[in-house]
């Protein structure tokens, strides 16, 4: 998966090369550029397995998508022995392999019908956008301006509204579910009020 974080670990400019989070710790500053891009990829496809419900709709799938974890805790463990090239080079490649399934994955939930799928897409494409920009400018292929240095930025903002409107989807049905489920168990009790009002009848009857 493409993070903000995996952007700072693959710089391309000099000043990039020259930016560290935490300027003061070096060393907390060298592994963060391995570890939090792979944390992050973790979680994000964690989120998204959780969020789309994927253990529901591709069973399967949702159980092998958890072997990506293995390269990513791999690259963390290469960049800790200081094989920081070939970490940098696994971690990417998984990431890759990350965003693909999560945006496959979001496609295919959407076939399902499920609607939160349709928010959470379109604000994942949303944000893949936003880094490619970044990244483009970087390299020198977009000009440098107001609008392409903050474009990760605005991708993650307008992921982070379209998301919202991803949870409140799914709050929705979350309470149709629930009010089916307290329709069904109303059902349920007339139905088992009249067996026994009938029963209490017959009862009465054969007293009589």
Known sequence: MVTKEDVVA???TRKSRSFT???????ISRFSLFVFPALSTITG???MNVFLQTKKYFPKISKL??????PLVVSMILGFLGV????QVLMEATSGLVSAYMFSI???TIKKGYKPAVF???AWVVFLVGVFAFIMKDIGNLPFNNFTRYTMQIGSAIETVLLSFALGARINIYKKEMLEALKKNEEM?????VILEQKVEERTEELN
Request: aromatic share 20%; no cysteine.
């Open 84 to 87: 920081n090239k070939t970490s």
């Open 10 to 12: 693959e710089p391309f």
């Open 21 to 27: 989070p935490w300027p003061n710790t070096p060393v």
């Open 120 to 122: 959470f897409f379109i």
């Open 106 to 108: 979001s496609g295919l």
């Open 45 to 47: 496809m964690a989120f």
């Open 189 to 193: 009790i007339k139905e088992r009020n």
């Open 65 to 70: 998508s958890y072997l990506f974890v293995i």
